[in-house]
Every structure is written in structure tokens, then in C-alpha cells.
């Protein structure tokens, strides 16, 4: 059973950035959609950004060249760069792997990410 541990949330202002990590020992890259989710109070959990087999990048609209997905195969640890972050921006994130073949996914615990003046 692999196991995602995400690190990196908390309190930012308005306009500030952070950076998500997301630890995700034993998951090959090249087989797996790696994905950021968010969920806001209240709200529904969405899909942020996702890699796919290492190569094609998806964005949601309302995230579009402010963040960025990326890997670090030797270190096996996905990022989300939130760069001009926004008060609806403040959510839980949560780290997601999905192979491409067979039926896995697994999910990290989240971590809280709060913009705000």
C-alpha cells in the first residue's frame, strides 16, 4: 500500500505563493496521473492540476499560469508552485495517484492552504 504524505500549506496573503510537496515513495511516475485536488468548505472537491504519465499537464481554468505541476523523479515527490495566490484559493489540497493500468489510487492525508490578509 503506498502512502502520499502533501507538506507545505499555511497562511499566506493575498498575492503570495507557496509550494505544495507531496511524498509519494514507490509510485512510478511514468504509470501514474499525479494530482492536486482542493476542497473548500462547503464546497465539492475539485481537480487542480494533474500530470499525466510524467508528460501532458492539465490546469483548471481558474488556477491557469498561476500554478505549476511538476515531478521529482529521484526524490519521488510531485510540487503545485501557487504563485499569485488568491482568497478562494484557500483550501485543503490533496495529493492523488492513479495508475494508468491497473485499478490504484491512492490519496494523502491533505494539507491546509489558507490565503488571507
Known amino acids: 500500500q503506498e502512502q502520499l504524505v502533501e507538506s507545505g500549506g499555511g497562511l499566506v496573503q493575498p498575492g503570495g505563493s507557496l509550494r505544495l510537496s507531496c511524498a509519494a515513495p514507490g509510485i512510478i511516475f511514468s504509470i501514474y496521473a499525479m494530482n492536486w485536488y482542493r476542497q473548500a468548505p462547503g464546497k465539492q472537491r475539485e481537480l487542480v492540476a494533474a500530470?499525466?504519465?510524467?508528460?501532458?499537464?492539465y490546469y483548471a481554468d481558474s488556477v491557469k499560469g498561476r500554478f505549476t505541476i511538476s515531478t521529482d523523479a529521484a526524490s519521488n515527490t510531485v510540487y503545485l508552485q501557487m504563485n499569485s495566490l488568491k482568497p478562494e484559493d484557500t483550501a485543503v489540497y490533496y495529493c492523488n495517484a492513479v495508475h494508468q493500468y491497473i485499478n490504484k489510487n491512492y490519496w494523502g492525508q491533505g494539507t491546509q492552504v489558507t490565503v488571507s490578509s
Open positions: 500530470t499525466i504519465t510524467n508528460s501532458a499537464r
